[in-house]
């Protein structure tokens, strides 16, 4: 189970931490990423982040602005997002697989996601 959290309304420029707690026992082992879904838009890749944490890919639209981790001993996921935009307001997802990858799917289990807003 996945518990995203940590959206909000904000203005541009401003930045956010979204969060997701997961349950079990092996959360180290599994891949975690997070997506978005804009009105009207198909869910797209936002982060990923290998099960050690030693690999991370961005989209290019959040490429160094986004940043992903996370704390295998918490088994949370985080996403700091920096210098936020109006054309990131989506709701945001996070999702948990076995593969390292940019698909929606190939991941198995999603959270229900956080709704970010940024205000022009």
């Known amino acids: 189970q996945l518990q995203a959290s940590g959206g909000g309304l904000v203005q541009a420029g401003a930045s956010l931490r979204l969060s997701c707690a997961a349950s079990g026992r092996t959360f180290s082992s599994h891949v975690m990423g997070w997506f978005r879904q804009a009105p009207g838009k198909e869910r797209e890749f936002v982060s990923t982040i290998t099960g050690s944490g030693r690999l991370t890919s961005y989209a290019d639209s959040v490429k160094g602005r986004f940043t992903i981790s996370r704390d295998n001993a918490k088994n949370t996921v985080y996403l700091q997002m920096n210098s936020l935009k109006p054309e990131d307001t989506a709701v945001y997802y996070c999702?948990?697989?076995?593969?390292?990858?940019?698909?929606?799917?190939?991941?198995?289990?999603w959270g229900q996601g956080t709704l970010v807003t940024v205000s022009s």
């Open positions: 999702a948990t697989g076995p593969m390292y990858t940019t698909s929606p799917t190939r991941y198995t289990y």
